[in-house]
């Protein structure tokens, strides 16, 4: 929290899981125009969520989502 002013943008989600690792892009949150930071909303969170849970079950190496 920058204090920065929060403009609605996407941004790209990544995470490794081990065994591989997971990158959604065009995720849409809020973005801080100052550093950059995105904020998600519930239901994006909850979206990101199923895709790596289905990423995890099915042990893909690399797997690259687009959003929106
Ligand atoms: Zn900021």
Same mark, same amino acid.
């Given at each position: 929290?920058?204090?920065?002013?929060?403009?609605?943008?996407?941004?790209?989600?990544?995470?490794? $899981?081990?065994?591989?690792?997971?990158?959604?892009?065009?995720?849409?949150?809020?973005?801080?125009?100052?550093?950059?930071?995105? $904020? $998600?909303?519930?239901?994006?969170?909850?979206? $990101?969520?199923?895709?790596?849970?289905?990423?995890?079950?099915?042990?893909?190496?690399?797997?690259?989502?687009?959003?929106?």
């Amino acid at each position: 929290m920058c204090g920065g002013v929060r403009e609605s943008g996407t941004t790209l989600f990544s995470v490794d $899981l081990g065994h591989g690792v997971v990158v959604v892009r065009n995720v849409p949150a809020s973005v801080c125009s100052q550093c950059g930071e995105a $904020l $998600l909303d519930d239901e994006t969170a909850g979206e $990101l969520e199923r895709i790596v849970d289905d990423a995890r079950a099915h042990k893909r190496q690399a797997e690259v989502v687009e959003m929106g």
